[in-house]
């Protein structure tokens, strides 16, 4: 005999809905199916038979898209489709417009056509897993690049020369939040494990809430340093509190008017124990796969460009000590703009030279340690070869702007740099704020 799960099945008769709860869903189905269709457009290339439908998408909203920014907003300047790690461009925000108006229409149209209907109890709950496993992959992602420290790189060279008030607001951002590697752990260790608490029915308020929190401030961050993600926060924001919408009146009840509060019954998909059984540990294993490819995705990144990967044998900072071109000694005038003054060399391999005047000249560059030689390239290749006079000076031979050069080095120490140097006290007999 099947064994039952008597307590969790469903009602024989679903609770009727108002006409304005009815409303809000039709509404809030159609605008958040649209948002993940587009969200996980991507996914679609990988599937089969998805390439032609993920293409089909996007040569749909790039068509329709500009056109409302043309002929509807009518914008003086016309909507371009292009990808460059901003997600606030103006094309995804009128996007963003373009789904709230055919949500809407759509949710008009949908309640006309269906207006006898009395709840959505069950569409109500396939949204939810489809919001649940598209936000719990989001956090997953969102959260592991701060765990693992990749979103936030520790200040590099040129960041640490950098004078405070030219930092623009995301940079200063990313400085905060690169200097410490415990505060990124933990605002991501919630993310994570928000995204995880949401791949099981019972334990989805408890991760919806602590999504929510972190979201927003995620969302107060993007908005007061002017991070272009702000469309994207939101939306996660707001899936996260979809989720925590029907347990509004629970939660109330419990942190804020002490009240008791009843068990929500939990609907398996089958009523069969076995079955549920089966599938809950065959949930539980592709949850741990995911997670594993996501650690190990991470970990991968951070050794090949994070803060534990390698460092360049020229990483640092060097000071300038003289100068010579065409053989003569070129005194550092504050007006030359030729004259080097100082030489960064990052962890991404970007040689940056700063010249007497603050002017910054910037460099892919490429050092052979075993030959000593360092090649920079931009518009143009210059070839330097380098000696060692000691530890921390050194010489560069080459030709640069056409004129041959010798420039001699001194190496920082980073420790020098206060924020580098002073590092974290238990005890503090006086406020150090510098």
């Known amino acids: 005999m099947v064994e039952m799960l008597p307590a969790v099945e469903r009602p024989a008769i679903e609770e009727t809905w108002t006409t304005t709860q009815r409303a809000a869903f039709r509404f809030a189905f159609a605008y958040l199916t649209l948002f993940l269709v587009g969200h996980f457009n991507g996914f679609l290339e990988d599937m089969p038979g998805g390439a032609r439908l993920a293409a089909g998408y996007a040569k749909l909203t790039h068509t329709a898209v500009p056109w ?96 405070f008030g030219d930092a623009s607001p995301m940079g200063l951002l990313w400085t905060l939040m690169g200097y410490s590697r415990p505060y990124n752990v933990v605002t991501g260790a919630v993310e994570v494990a928000g995204g995880l608490l949401l791949f099981w029915k019972r334990t989805t308020p408890l991760g919806a809430l602590l999504v929510a929190i972190g979201m927003v401030n995620v969302v107060a961050l993007n908005f007061s340093y002017d991070v272009p993600v702000k469309l994207y926060s939101m939306h996660l924001l707001l899936l996260a509190l979809f989720l925590l919408l029907p347990e509004m009146k629970r939660l109330a009840g419990v942190l804020i008017l002490n009240r008791a509060t009843e068990p929500v019954p939990l609907r398996p998909p089958v009523k069969s124990l076995a079955l549920h059984r089966v599938g809950m540990g065959i949930k539980a294993i592709i949850v741990v796969a995911i997670l594993g490819q996501t650690v190990t995705t991470a970990l991968m990144a951070d050794a090949s460009r ?129």
């Open 68 to 163: 409302v920014g043309a002929h509807v907003l009518r914008l003086d300047t016309p909507i371009t489709v292009f990808t460059n790690g901003s997600g606030d461009t103006t094309f995804d925000w009128v996007q963003a417009l373009c789904m709230l108006g055919v949500a809407a229409i759509a949710a008009l149209a949908w309640g006309i056509a269906d207006r006898s209907r009395r709840s959505y109890d069950t569409l109500h709950q396939w949204l939810r897993v489809a919001v649940r496993y598209s936000l719990a992959l989001s956090m997953l992602s969102y959260g592991m690049v701060k765990v693992i420290k990749l979103q936030f790189p520790f200040p590099y060279p040129d960041r640490l020369l950098e004078r």
């Open 306 to 434: 994070g803060d534990r990967s390698p460092t360049p044998p020229l990483y640092g900072i060097y000071a300038v000590e003289s100068f010579t071109r065409d053989g003569q000694a070129i005194p550092p005038l504050l007006t030359d703009s030729t004259r080097w003054r100082r030489v960064t060399y990052s962890r991404s391999n970007i040689v940056s030279i700063h010249m007497a005047n603050d002017a910054i000249a910037r460099f892919s560059g490429k050092d052979d340690p075993a030959a000593k030689t360092l090649e920079l390239s931009a518009l143009g290749t210059y070839r330097f070869t380098y000696t060692y006079a000691d530890a921390t000076h050194l010489t560069l031979s080459g030709v640069y702007m056409d004129a041959p050069v010798e420039v001699s080095l001194r190496k920082v120490p980073l420790t020098s740099f206060l924020l580098v140097g002073r590092g974290f006290h238990w005890i503090n007999e006086f406020p150090f704020n510098r």
